[in-house]
């Protein structure tokens, strides 16, 4: 664990292409300590999160910087709706793993929402440090598994070629249980 204090910083425009770049280092790292290069779990070449997607998390979101000290230590996507929230991104640079900044971070995000009683968010199923972190940190619950055979309804269409398709864990927790 960190001696340091985790803050959610707001995103700043001015930061928002290295906050999408850091994203994608973070994202990459899972797939590709789990697969190697061999992987096809990428969405644009080289990336297993594409600019795209980390940008209409943004723009649909609350997006922060997680900061460790002074450090742009990862960042945040979070989207909530009265007494409902969907944590749609979290990520910690791989060079700062297992200090506790992530579920720090978690912690603010409950903080900055106490009116929210159900948060939702998915991760891959190759994802293991995810799943560990969500289930076993956080207090979330796997509810569904979304794959070829029972596709996500929310997907942008469904199949083999679709990440529903390709295997997502969806998780909730909720406050007061």
Known sequence: MTD??????????????????????????????????????????????????IKQSIEGGEAYRIMLGDVKAGGVVIKTDGDRGDLDLLFVSPHIHSRGVGYAAWCEIEKLHPEVRIWETVTPYFETRNIHFYVNKCGFHIVEFYNAHHPDPNAPGTGEDTPSGDGFFRFEKVIGQ
């Not at 292409?17 to 992987?39: H, M, P, T, V």
């Open 4 to 53: 340091e204090k985790v803050k959610l910083i707001p995103l700043q425009p001015e930061d928002r292409e290295q906050f999408i770049l850091d994203n994608q280092e973070a994202f990459n790292y899972g797939a590709l300590e789990e697969f190697g290069r061999r992987d096809e779990h990428f969405e644009e070449e080289g990336e297993i999160i594409s600019r795209e997607t």
